[in-house]
């Protein structure tokens, strides 16, 4: 740890990746594994620009690669029109259950059930593509069990609402 504050002192910005370069606590090398001076060497090697610094360190943070940008773009695209699409649903689904009841009157139970399956259509949407990708390290069970629970509603829905409008169920 000495040497960790020693970098510190010499006014480099110390991530978590550089502890372990370093041979901190929780690095694969179980010690020291560089000096200082290697340590300043390899911060210097990328560069002002390619220095990874912490928040607040008053330095420049690391460039994104075109790659990296790309894949970012990706991912917002791919949160926007999933939560659109999702929150459709919901929408969708809570008007079928509020407002097409009353005109619909010889069809309550049917509007009910379609606008109850849109809403957790809606529901697994927005956990399968949105939530999953915006908390990738979330426990998996929570992640399943809301996936499950919104899917098993949504496919009973349907079978339901098929009964219902074929007049199998009256």
């Given at each position: 740890m000495q040497k960790l504050d020693a970098v510190k002192a010499s006014g480099f910005g110390v991530t978590l990746g550089d502890m372990a370069a370093i041979g901190g606590p929780n690095s694969w090398g179980g010690g020291m594994a560089m000096d200082v001076?290697?340590?300043?060497?390899?911060?210097?090697?990328?560069?002002?620009?390619?220095?990874?610094?912490?928040?607040g360190s008053g330095g420049m943070a690391a460039p994104m690669s075109r790659h990296?940008?790309?894949?970012?773009?990706?991912?917002?695209?791919?949160?926007?029109?999933?939560?659109?699409?999702?929150?459709?649903?919901?929408?969708?689904?809570?008007?079928?259950?509020?407002?097409?009841?009353?005109?619909?009157?010889?069809?309550?139970?049917?509007c009910l059930i379609g606008g109850g399956t849109a809403l957790a259509m809606g529901q697994f949407v927005f956990a399968a593509l949105v939530a999953?990708?915006?908390?990738?390290?979330?426990?998996?069970?929570?992640?399943?069990?809301?996936?499950?629970?919104?899917?098993?509603v949504y496919v009973a829905g349907l079978v339901v609402l098929g009964l219902l409008l074929t007049g199998v169920i009256r």
């Amino acid at each position: 740890m000495q040497k960790l504050d020693a970098v510190k002192a010499s006014g480099f910005g110390v991530t978590l990746g550089d502890m372990a370069a370093i041979g901190g606590p929780n690095s694969w090398g179980g010690g020291m594994a560089m000096d200082v001076a290697a340590a300043q060497k390899k911060a210097l090697a990328g560069g002002a620009s390619g220095l990874h610094v912490e928040r607040g360190s008053g330095g420049m943070a690391a460039p994104m690669s075109r790659h990296a940008r790309g894949l970012l773009r990706m991912l917002v695209l791919r949160v926007v029109l999933a939560t659109l699409w999702a929150g459709l649903l919901c929408v969708a689904g809570l008007w079928v259950m509020v407002d097409w009841t009353d005109r619909f009157p010889a069809y309550r139970w049917a509007c009910l059930i379609g606008g109850g399956t849109a809403l957790a259509m809606g529901q697994f949407v927005f956990a399968a593509l949105v939530a999953d990708r915006l908390f990738p390290r979330v426990n998996p069970w929570v992640s399943w069990s809301i996936q499950g629970v919104s899917g098993l509603v949504y496919v009973a829905g349907l079978v339901v609402l098929g009964l219902l409008l074929t007049g199998v169920i009256r």
